[in-house]
C-alpha cells in the first residue's frame, strides 16, 4: 500500500510538471523574422537579432502577457514556414496586401512604411515634395518612390539603378532630395555612419504602405493575443519611441 501511495504521488507531481511546462509553452509565440532588413531587422555586431520589429514584438509581448521567441529564417520560405507550423508567427516587414489577406491573417498595421522624403541635414523649410519645385530629386528606378516624384509638378525626377547612387548624389548636392521608403530611408540616415549628421529625413509617409504581424489563416489564438499587446502598444504611444530610436 505504501508503495502503491508513492507511485500515485509520483505521477501526481510528474502530472503536474507536465501540465506546468505545457502551460509555460503554451504562452510561448514563436516567431520567424528575416534579419536581412536594418534597421527593422538584422544581426549587430553580437550576433543578436535586432531591429524596430524586435522591439516592437518584444512590447507586444509584454502588454500581450505571453514570451516570444525569434527564429531567423529566409524570406524565400518564410511564409511556407508559417504554413508547415514551424512558427506562430512572421514579423519581417511584411506589407499588408489584399492578395497575402487570401493566404493569411495580419494584425492590425503597426506602422506606414510609405514614402518619406531625403534631403541634406542643413536644407530648411522643406516637408514635402512640392516643396522642392524647380529642383531635381532622386529615387530607385521602378519604384513607388520614383511614381509619387513624377506626379509633382515642377519637380524633376532623376532615376538611378540603385538608391545608393541616389544618396550620394544628395550629399554631394547634385539632387535636392531623395525619396524611399521609410525604413530603407532610415537605414541610409540613421544607420549607415557614412552619412552621419549629413542627412534626414522631413515630413511623414505620403503613401500608405502599412505592415502587420502575420499568422496562419484562422489561428484566431495567437492573433487576438498578439493583437491584444499590439493595441496597448499603440494606445500608449510606445511605437513612438520606437521610431526615434529606429527610424528617425
Known sequence: MKKLIMNVC???VVASIAFAGGAKEDNVITVATDATWPPMEYINADKEIVGFDIDLMKLIADEGGFEVTFVNTAWDG???GLKNGDYDAV???VTITEERKKEFDFSIPYINAGQVLIVQSSTS???????????AVGAQIGT????EIGKVDGVTLRTYDELG?????????RIAGVV???PIAADFVLQNEAYAGKLKIVGDPFTDEYYGVVVRKGNAEVLDKINAGLKKVLDAGKDEMLKDTWLR
Open 78 to 80: 518564410i511564409f511556407g
Open 180 to 182: 524611399a521608403d521609410t
Open 91 to 93: 514579423i519581417s516587414s
Open 10 to 12: 509520483v505521477l501526481m
Open 125 to 135: 523649410g522643406v516637408e514635402a515634395l512640392a516643396d522642392l519645385t524647380g529642383k
Open 165 to 173: 547612387f541616389a544618396i550620394e548624389d544628395l550629399v554631394n548636392g
Open 144 to 147: 513607388t518612390g520614383a511614381f
